[in-house]
């Protein structure tokens, strides 16, 4: 989609009935610029109604899956967003997004290796199967950066890993490898780097 070097770009490609999104902004661990959350959207509305999909695959390139929402780079040098900009986006972006991912009616697996933060966490924990490397990290930065949990992160969690595991991820900032986010349910599996590719 959009390839402007310092937005990021949402690649896509099909493998047979397969539909390959990457998230490529390596340089900043694939964290989501307003215009690749955009694109994200549009590609899975539009693969919602493609009859020739049987399955969604998401990654990241390089080293990480997704260091979450970029929303720093909103801020210019003309000055700061106006005053609650992010409360009128995110329930049309970040919140779509992830809405998306979990009701589209296409399995949707998830490749996860390095971090996984915020809303990149988020997206992973509502695909239908997510697949990390033991070493991964599953990360909720929310009590860190000051910010009310959003994208799902609240729906997602208890549901997933019980209210308990919830708090110690949203409250008290836990970040969670692979191998436990494996363990406690919240991805489907965590395996050795080198059996990342066939696994997913």
């Known amino acids: 989609m959009r390839d402007d070097a310092d937005a990021g770009a949402v690649r896509q490609d099909r493998d047979g009935t397969v539909l390959r999104i990457t998230l490529d902004r390596p340089d900043r661990r694939n964290s989501l610029s307003h215009s690749m959350i955009d694109d994200l959207v549009g590609i899975l509305t539009k693969a919602a109604t493609d009859d020739s999909l049987r399955a969604v695959c998401l990654t990241g390139a390089g080293a990480d899956f997704c260091a979450g929402a970029d929303w720093v780079a909103t801020n210019s040098d003309a000055g700061r967003p106006r005053t609650g900009d992010l409360t009128r986006r995110i329930p049309h972006t970040a919140n779509r997004l992830?809405?998306?991912?979990?009701?589209?009616?296409?399995?949707?697996?998830?490749?996860?290796?390095?971090?996984?933060?915020?809303?990149?966490?988020?997206?992973?924990?509502?695909?239908?199967?997510?697949?990390?490397?033991?070493?991964?990290?599953?990360?909720?930065?929310?009590?860190?950066?000051?910010?009310?949990?959003?994208?799902?992160?609240?729906?997602?969690?208890?549901?997933?890993?019980?209210?308990?595991?919830?708090?110690?991820?949203?409250?008290?900032?836990?970040?969670?490898?692979?191998?436990?986010?494996a363990q406690w349910g919240l991805i489907h599996d965590a395996v050795a780097d080198d059996e990342l590719d066939t696994a997913t």
């Open 98 to 181: 992830v809405e998306l991912v979990a009701t589209i009616q296409l399995p949707v697996v998830c490749r996860l290796r390095g971090w996984a933060v915020g809303l990149g966490a988020n997206v992973a924990l509502a695909a239908d199967f997510t697949v990390a490397t033991s070493d991964a990290t599953v990360w909720e930065p929310f009590i860190e950066r000051g910010f009310t949990p959003d994208s799902g992160a609240t729906w997602l969690l208890p549901r997933l890993a019980g209210v308990s595991r919830a708090k110690r991820m949203l409250l008290l900032g836990e970040q969670v490898s692979g191998s436990e986010a």
